[in-house]
């Protein structure tokens, strides 16, 4: 049985729209998906490369507080002019409730460092000591059951990181 002229040509229409809209939602799906796999990628690169600062970090130990604190200030601000996305970099001393090294524009000129934190960064000792917990427990288990790096997401899109610096094993503080 044979349709008629309009039926027909309806019957393509419908199936053209159809195509359409799928095609136009299989797009979006997908640049949704690589939107979603650049941004791993980036969080991947901003890990990697706050690690090395850590690890950098942890072979300035060991030196006298002058000098690590000179020493890690030039260094925090080579890294951030060196590195790609990293914005700012922040040294915390555990032990010593200072901030040994930043290139954060709220804290200060370089030659106040090292100084003690201030009230309103409790935070960044408060998850020091997460951090410094998470190694105590995952090296006591000799497992790796507590994750040793904070991540969270900020509001404006970028990714705020907080790594340990360890030197021979032993936490001493957090970037």
């Known amino acids: 049985m044979r349709l008629p002229d309009s039926n027909w040509r309806l019957s393509l229409a419908g199936l053209l729209v159809g195509l359409l809209v799928g095609l136009i939602l299989t797009s979006l799906?997908?640049?949704t998906g690589q939107g979603?796999?650049?941004q791993l990628g980036?969080?991947?690169q901003?890990?990697?490369v706050s690690a090395a600062a850590a690890d950098r970090l942890?072979?300035?130990e060991g030196q006298a507080d002058a000098t690590q604190a000179v020493s890690a200030q030039d260094l925090a601000g080579?890294?951030?002019?060196?590195l790609p996305g990293l914005d700012a970099l922040r040294v915390v001393d555990v032990e010593a409730r200072s901030l040994t090294a930043s290139t954060h524009p709220e804290?200060?000129?370089p030659a106040s460092f090292p100084r003690r934190l201030k009230r309103e960064e409790k935070a960044m000792y408060d998850q020091a000591r997460e951090l410094q917990a998470a190694q105590l427990?995952?090296?006591?288990?000799d497992n790796a059951r507590k994750a040793e790096v904070l991540a969270e997401l900020l509001p404006d899109g970028r990714l705020e990181l907080v790594l340990p610096v360890v030197k021979d094993g032993k936490f001493t503080g957090s970037v």
């Open 46 to 48: 901003a890990v990697i």
């Open 137 to 141: 427990t995952n090296t006591q288990e």
């Open 42 to 44: 980036a969080q991947q």
């Open 58 to 60: 942890a072979q300035l």
């Open 36 to 38: 979603r796999l650049a």
């Open 29 to 31: 799906v997908m640049g």
């Open 107 to 109: 804290d200060g000129v």
């Open 78 to 82: 080579k890294m951030v002019n060196v």
